[in-house]
């Protein structure tokens, strides 16, 4: 059994930050790629961004430079740190980790809510 728990969104103003993290828990021998997808009401969910075991990155091109991805690995933890936040970055952003047990997989967390408002 695998968990993703994520924590940290909430409600910002348009400028501000905000820090996701996500810990994976459960029977893991190893964890490939970390992420984060969002997903804004009436629209499709989408890549924001992932990193590898290695620390490759990957960024949506509406985030670069804005947001920045990072995992600790011994805490089997994935971080986005969210700055210059836009009222079109608030979604429900969803934590992603592909997990090896004895085959990979890849699993999800439940989401959390990150709302950019005044």
């Known amino acids: 059994q695998v968990q993703l728990v994520e924590s940290g969104g909430g409600l910002v103003q348009p400028g501000g930050s905000l820090r996701l993290s996500c810990a994976a828990s459960g029977t893991i021998f190893s964890i490939n790629a970390m992420g984060w997808y969002r997903r804004a009401p009436g629209k499709e969910r989408e890549l924001v961004a992932l990193i590898n075991g290695d620390g490759n990155t990957n960024y949506a091109e509406s985030v670069k430079g804005r947001f920045t991805i990072s995992r600790d690995n011994a805490k089997n933890t994935v971080y986005l740190q969210m700055n210059s936040l836009k009222p079109e970055d608030a979604a429900v952003y969803y934590c992603?980790?592909?997990?090896?047990?004895?085959?990979?997989?890849?699993?999800w967390g439940q989401g959390t809510q990150v709302t950019v408002s005044s």
């Open positions: 992603y980790a592909y997990i090896r047990q004895r085959a990979g997989a890849p699993y």
